[in-house]
């Protein structure tokens, strides 16, 4: 089987065996995993009982403290994402616990049914997927929970469905501004290494991750941050649970080693893109996300289309989701441009199937890749035939090159 | 970090960075991952929701069920061994239900504490640590449960820790001579491409199975082979599950794929794989482990020491546990071994901590390989100052000598 | 060291250890190694000696002419480009001989120096380095050399330096009107397997070609593809040599060896090249070049800048030389481009330094990454204060869709 | 092609197309390419006018200094070591000069044909390919050119088919004795960085190498160490020559750059190299290869055979050549074994053919693997039906317990 080339791995179905060049990989996650990574992870098995693993297991475990910003316990589980959902709610809740969940999008909506599927009452705000989570509408709810029966609030920080950030700080201030003892979860799972978050500063409980969106991993990890609070809840858990126990990982970890197997070759990776993120400098890479997602959406406002996010201060920095005018298919446009241009975007789901593509713009990223990107949609809605204003391109390269003159101090030409 | 020096990757232990050659890794897995998987892992992620990754999945959910020999469905979870363990008994279970475990060694036991963790009430049939479970007495224990209490028989096929094998197809027969419904659950994490192994021919309900142990690939994946039976009763199960459901698995597998985010680059390997274990036929696979097991097991006879498994028929094809003599510390062997030959032996765990050291020769691996292997056990007893008498080596190299020329109709010099 | 962020390895020039992001590679050679082949030469080297080194060696010599289009014997050297020049000129020629050279451009030139290096006689017939080779004017150099002491024609197929192509199929009918009986040789070490390339058809004695560019390869082996008049006039080469024998390399490559030590891995990579342009197919190849040099020149117009190349029917399709506005410095642009946007763009050589930059579009590369080169190219532009205007990008992608709406039958929104 | 599996790339010819395990590459060269190498090699192709290829490029010649242990300059071509040696004898000589050169066996055959083709005039010092050069022989012949009309003495230091050493600084010393002039050549391409070189402290003044032994890389460079008198005697040097040309790389070389195109990836490797090498330190790198030579010769006494080299003083460190019992077949063996056991052994040359076997036991390697190798060796004997007696393996494990427990201060049982 040949894998090289993701593009056209079937030439049973008349695709062309090798096409050319780079698969541009412009989903919101899996991500560009960079060659630094892959190479680190393509090295011999090592055992996870020798010394050396111990060192490896270690330099993780802190590591990843780091990234989240938490001076706690950050347990790393050999699985994909949604396993670290599940952990979240199996080890700091009882079966029958009601959670107050906000309905960010599609993500939200799945956390909900695996809630709903545990056992747990799920409590759903309701919300347009068009926008974050409302700190407000969250406070009322709580404040009204006199009996104080809601035991976890549950958020998605970047919902990436729709492309929308919702405000952690403020929903945290706006627990305790409602005197509510709920415990705060918070899902940054395309957010994470990629759009600034702080554990510890923002008073969260379980931060959940995964591996192969913003810490430029393949998927096969993933991460829960654990606050003190949450810990003393786990004690009288009501869930049985052996796979996902936080405590097992905790005691074990302490001396650098794991109660099961590790997914030994996905932490070579992630030791590297520990290195690569403090590299780079955490802060430079939000602000470079920061960057990409402004010239994207300068882009799309130029195509004529819409930004899904109608809130600007709930922007996302990883992902944009563009709405498809009218009677326009988005998986239509997805499939021409996956065809012709060998660029893969993510799809709308669920309530916003075949209304908006999503461009992802996350992980190991840089200007000229996302003026790529933005060619091949530009490329993709003429081939199309989508009706659209000339101009995204160029909006975006305007802004980047305002950008760059500024972040070099070199004269700008464009002004 | 240095993560290409598994022998020495933290210097500032006083380690020299570089240690020449290749690291022996012959602990009962992880196992050596060949280059072509490791080159097959190392591609760049692709969308698990494009048409290529259907193909993909489908090729690993189809392949795999050759490897199990099941016409059934093979569940693959993006998480290592354990976590298919606990797949097994929360799917097809219910809290409170009894099953029947025979206590083969470390790994029966470990899984007989997730199922008590888990509510379960495990009937543990004492083992010795030096044999497979026996039959007999597990249809006595079944026969004696007229109420049909128990719901499942759980059974490692090859124990990790004592180097020993149960005979499956003769449990099944004792179960069903005993007229006991009771689902038969097989753990195969370290026999499965190693040992024969028959899922549908051998009645087996649900067999666990992981990636890193003769599927040569890294830890990450795991699996469950299901049966009718298996499935049936999971309908029932009153465990509550999300990431472990099998029928969300099978469901979407249909289509090619995952209801949640796959370990794709791990998946890569596993089609790699798949392949590598039929171009070389998965009856030569088990002669080949068959050959080497019985030349270490000369080897240790030669050297006067005793192989763990007391029982010849039980003798695992894919590790020896080899006995230390009394006095004689194994870990202190072990180290030795490591620091000074660079090789990475199991050690003992529990009851036999300390007791005996395990010879992992399963997986991608050769004559000279094992050669080498049972050189740096000879090795390690003479600069340890282990008692021992000459001879192993010559033991094991007359045999494979025997071997070869058999197979080769040359003549044999040595007859 | 480390290798990995070519754009900053060397953190002490105050530049970030880790650069997001892929580099954008755009020199006309070396080109974008694709990961495919990258794996392939990722094996352990094998014995060159071995059945299966043969196997590979048989599989290169004859997938070679496959792509020089000849039936004639090709010489792989284990050398980088400039020694197949040398071996080119010291197997057909002897020391005194006149050769006639085409001055394309810095190339040509440099091929003149090594000709009076190695003791011939170059006559070299000037050019603009704005236009291919004349085959009026060669003929009218043979014509007058009624004594025929002229015993090669040698002319660059594409002048890396200039992007101009020479007519070879008109140069062969010129010389042969001319009925002057010179060797005709032709380095395509910057158009093989990117321009359509004929050696048997268009009568060319020796053609000159390295791995770096259309073969998609590291550097490290260079060819020469020989006619039987090019190996009758090595008999009476009046070179000593040893290492660039041709005679000694055909004799032992019939059998599937080298005469002495082989670059086996780059030998890896070159088979899978030679499938992966199979694949494609060549003329699929050529029709992309094609397709991503006109965009660029569509670009540079819409910028108001000059393709150095004058002369469309020389129009090179795997790089286009940009002229500089006057008083504006290519090296200064270059500068700002590889700092801020992590892209290499090819320089001025000699008579065009500092006047020109080189927009390498050849190797494994598609739409979108043009696309991403034009954008860097364009925000180079502008953040660096060149004159030019607006569109450049955007006229490319006019043309692109409408060429990507011809091939796929798709309406074509645009018209 | 799959070239994942060197030893049965061709199931064509009835061979299976996976052989588990890894190949044991005992040739004396290429040798086992490391991963951490394979792996800084695969990485992207970068720009060679780039600052960063300028800090790498300084880095491999620098460091190249370190292991030939030399302050002058060395040449690094991008081309196999055959290449190598034509530079040594262009650049410092002129046609029709003569040259004293050693026969120690066949490489030093090749080395003078290769003088007889260029038109340099060898006197070829008769050898018994059983020990390495004679300096008093070397003198004698030197004291009576009392017209200096020798212009240069070649010496291969390691010769790589007869596993003789030759006394490198006991022939400067015997020519420096003898008052003669001639430069010294010496060719240590098997030699260097397996065992110990010193170019300046012996007086060499051209050495010769190659990247796939000691430097533990694929095939694909060679270098030239040069004293400052082999500079001069260059300058008046009669050959044509430009990719040999030493000035025009030294020159260039200052600045960090290369006057053609560098194999740019394989300096990759070797930078990584040069640094593995220093880790663990080159006089560890040279006892650890006395002790792997000792090794084998003991195992190969053990066995009733023959040692080539008779002379002790002049053992190889790096490979050692074994005499087959009058009447068996050197190739018959190494195909059993090739077939068998999944080795490859290097071959008889010419005078040597099928008479002997050679080991390689150079680059990166450690005592398992010599003892996977050695009993290889063994097994092969044994399924070959090649008359020997017992304990080659015994006696060799023997020995290196014995240094292991003396390396490491523990107890030796063996005692």
Known sequence: MNLQSPGNANPGHNRPAHRPGRHFLQIPGPTNVPDRILRAMDNPTMDHRSPEFGDLATKCLDGMKTIFKTDGPVVIFPASGTGAWEAALVNALSPGDTVLMAETGHFATLWKSMALKLGLKPQFLEGDWRSGADPERLADVLRRDTAHSIKAVCVVHNETSTGCVSPIAAIRAAIDAAGHPALLMVDTI????????RHDEWGVDVTVAGSQKGLMLPPGLSFNAVSDKARDAARSSGFVKSFWDWEDMIKINRTGYFPYTPATNTLYGLAEAIDMLHEEGLDAVFARHDRHAEATRRAVRAWGLDVNCTEPAHYSSSLTAVRMPEGHSADALR????????????NGLTKLADKVFRIGHLGDFNDLMLSGTLCGVELGLKVAGVPHQAGGVSAALDYLAKEAAGASNLPDAAE
């Open 190 to 197: 395309s957010s994470l290494a990629s759009i600034d978050y």
């Open 335 to 346: 499939k021409v441009i996956h065809e012709t241009f060998n660029m893969s975007l993510g």
